[in-house]
């Protein structure tokens, strides 16, 4: 055979071997499915589903500034159900029944009266990152069935943590017992639409009992800071289902506080570029122009930002861990 026939019938054996190959009658054709996360079509930056609400959310709505000098506060402690996420309900501990607590408010130079009743069965407290007190003295714990009073001044403005101090203190801020207070400066700054964000942690177990919903602390994935859902406001993605509605291109100032217990909050919106950003007790801005900043667990800052055009626009711990796990919402503009 010619060297030209020989690669000619090479060719051709090649051609009939790569041919179609039919699977034999015993074998199933399988479509290949995609991967169980895939994101829906619709999605906040590809972590939560838009959408209706199946609950009310938690209203972000900053309290209304007052003109009293004299901010009369009580709290009442209980333990309650909680619902941390859709179809997730927790065994926690909180400030007036809610997780978070009530958003408080107060101004420069005002006089907080200060009252805490514990309806719990165990010791709680109450430590005020906007005070300077002697924690000795304030931060005591409060036994069940009693009430501990005190008065300070809000000297410094920005955004402040509440919660509970006692030991330990990881688990207690963990269950649930903290808030957001809000210290405007004497000068009120710019009129803007305002909201509060506070970010948190749960680390779950099964609660036991009949609920096969309910669930409690694990102790051992909040050592390991491992947790299972991030939160703002104390639900996973609930401004993602039920989208903070705000105008577009008006100002808008979110209160941001990070309660923890361990997890530093990156906080970003999508799509816009903070214009002002009061870190702590900053009066005048600490930044301008950014795009991403760190709010330290137990600290607090004032961000100040438009939205160009109408639209959704994500908010998120940058961790994107964290944002997977519930820290996410949407600011939706419309006209």
Known sequence: MSPLRLVLAFVWIAVACGGERRAPASATTQTPQAPS????????HGEAAIGSADTAPVDPQAPPRTTATLRRIRIEIRHAKVTIATGASYDAWTFDG??????????????????????????????????EIAPSRAYVNVMPGDSLHYRYVARV???????????PVAMHIANGMYG?????????RPPAREFVL?????????????????LALDWQKLLGQAP?????????????????VV?????????????????????????????????????????????????????????????AE??????????????????VGVLRAKE
């Open 157 to 167: 403005a920005g955004a402040f943590l509440y919660h509970c101090g006692t030991a």
């Open 310 to 327: 109408p639209g959704e626009y994500p908010f998120v711990s940058h961790a994107f861990a964290d944002a997977t796990k519930g820290a």
């Open 37 to 44: 996360t895939t994101p829906a079509a619709d999605v906040s």
């Open 98 to 131: 809610h997780v978070p607590g009530p958003m408080l408010r107060a101004t420069v130079g005002d006089t907080i009266d200060f009252t805490l009743v514990n309806r719990a069965p165990m010791p709680h407290s109450m430590d005020f990152h906007a005070a």
């Open 247 to 307: 105008p577009p291109r008006a100002p808008l100032r979110l209160y941001v506080v990070n309660a923890g217990p361990n997890r530093v909050s990156a906080f970003h919106v999508v799509g816009a570029i903070f214009s002002h950003v009061y870190l702590d007790s900053s009066v005048t801005p600490s930044l301008s122009g950014v795009q991403t900043v760190d709010v330290p667990v137990g600290g607090g800052a004032v961000f100040e930002v438009r939205l």
């Open 228 to 244: 299972d859902y991030v939160t703002f406001n104390g639900r996973a993605a609930q401004y993602a289902t039920a989208p903070i």
């Open 180 to 188: 957001a207070l809000i210290v405007d400066p004497k000068r009120s």
């Open 198 to 214: 506070v970010q948190s942690e749960f680390y779950t177990q099964k609660a036991g009992g009949p609920d096969s919903t309910a």
